[in-house]
Structures are given as C-alpha cells and as structure tokens.
C-alpha cells in the first residue's frame, strides 16, 4: 500500500540516526534564512558603496572543490545503481535498516546535503563582485530548494530510495557546471568561446525530465511501490517547475538572444 503524507509523520524522525544539521529541518530552515538575508538585504547593503571585490582565486578553489565532491558522487552514484544494483529501478524504496549498503546510502544523502549547502557560496561570490543580474529567481530557488528538500526528505521518509537518482543526476550536472565556471575563472580571455555552455542548460534542463518520467512511470507502471505517493507528486512538481524555469532561461539566453542579432 502506498504510504500517505500522514503516515509519513508517525514516528519522526524516520532515521534513528542523528547527523549534524540532519536531525531536524530546523537548521535547513534557518540557513536558507540567513541565506535569503544575506543575499537580499545584509549582502547588497554592504556591498553598495564598496567596488566588487576580486575574488578569482576563491572561486577556483571553490569550483575546483566542487568538481572533486560532484565526480566522487557521481562515481559512488554508478558502483551502487548500476554496477551493485542496490536499488531495483521499477520501484526504488528506502533501504531497509539491516541492508548492507543502509550506511552508505545515510552517507552519501548527509555528504550531498553538505554539498547543496557548500552550494550557496556561489551566490555570496555574486554579491561580492557585484553581480547581480546572475542572482535570479531560478538561481535562488534551485539553491534553496535542495538544502531544504534534501534534509526535509530526510527527516520525514529516511535516506536514499527514489530520489537517489535525483542525486545522481544531479552530481553529473553540477561536476559539468562547475568544469566550465573553473575553465572560465582560470582562462576568463576564452569564456565566450566555450561553446558547451549552452549545452549545460540543456543538460540541467534533460535531468528534469528524467526525474518528472520516473515519477510518471513509477506510479502508472508500479502503483504499488512502496515510495510514499506523497513524494512522487513533489517530485512531478518540482520536475515541472524546473523544467519551465530553465526552459524559459533557454529561450531567453539562447534562442531569442540569437534572433536578435540576426
């Protein structure tokens, strides 16, 4: 039978093993407070009669950080779901709790979230070199929205099951996304010539749509699986939102930029 979202609540936490900043939402909530403040009031307030600070070398570490984290996911990511097949595709439920692999999938979710929140500092590079016009709603929602979903999920229905895939797609996208920032901060004479970024929007946009079949497919073709019934819709949704977001950034920054310099 397909677990509700009341049933989701009996017995909170889901995982009895507490990690730091993963044993409630709370800390989640309040980051991504501190982030929104610091971005649109603390950071803008600071910055207004300060000239952008240069801050290369910071962000080719950064990128550089990123790239190692988001490949070691995405490594880990193909040992345990295609080469261990841990997870069966058609129905991808939470592990149980005497699995041999539970620990690494409790792993593995703990270090993404650690990485969704390293994800912010990004945008703090934007506010420092007065960039503004790159902190755009679908930058801040897509940044906020990982750090509160990976831990909410966390604490109501417990570590891995279906929104691995998320995460694996994910860790892909994100070690593609920060080569081309790192190639771009080290080599800044050549990032208009790199013509692949274009196709990192297409990339993000293509792991959406993955992500919104999956939860089609899972229902329509396994409506018993055991994955609460209440994700599969947050994942529909949250697939879509997605999907009309970076489709619209397309057409703005590609499609109708190149018509207007025909």
């Not at 600071?46 to 290369?56: I, T, W």
């Not at 069966?88 to 979230?113: G, I, Q, V, W």
């Not at 959406?208 to 396994?222: C, D, E, H, K, R």
Request: proline content about 5%; aromatic content about 20%.
């Amino acid at each position: 039978m397909n677990s509700t979202l009341f049933d989701m609540f009996q017995g909170l936490p889901a995982d009895p093993v507490k990690l730091p900043l993963f044993g409630s939402p709370i800390p989640s909530i309040l980051i991504i407070l501190g982030y929104l403040l610091l971005v649109f009031k603390v950071g803008p307030d600071f910055m207004e009669a300060r000239k952008p600070y240069n801050v290369r070398s910071a962000m080719l570490i950064y990128n550089f950080c990123q790239i190692i984290m988001n490949s070691v996911f995405f490594i880990m990511g193909t040992h345990y779901l295609f080469v261990k097949k841990t997870y069966n595709f058609r129905c991808m439920a939470m592990l149980p709790s005497d699995h041999e692999d539970k620990n690494a999938d409790r792993l593995f979710t703990y270090f993404y979230f650690l990485n969704k929140v390293t994800d912010l500092l990004d945008t703090l590079f934007f506010v420092l070199r007065k960039s503004s016009k790159q902190i755009t709603v679908l930058h801040v929602y897509h940044h906020a929205l990982m750090v509160l979903g990976t831990s909410s999920t966390y604490y109501f229905y417990g570590p891995g099951g279906q929104y691995n895939l998320m995460g694996y797609l994910n860790s892909f996208v994100h070690a593609v996304m920060y080569s081309y920032y790192f190639i771009s901060a080290w080599y800044p004479q050549i990032k208009n010539k790199l013509w692949w970024k274009e196709y990192i929007t297409k990339l993000q946009f293509l792991q959406f749509v993955i992500l919104f079949a999956q939860a089609i497919l899972t229902m329509w073709l396994n409506p018993g699986c055991s994955f609460p019934r209440a994700l599969q819709y947050v994942q529909i949704a949250v697939s879509t939102s997605m999907m009309v977001m970076f489709g619209n950034f397309y057409y703005q920054t590609y499609v109708k930029a190149k018509s207007k310099q025909q």
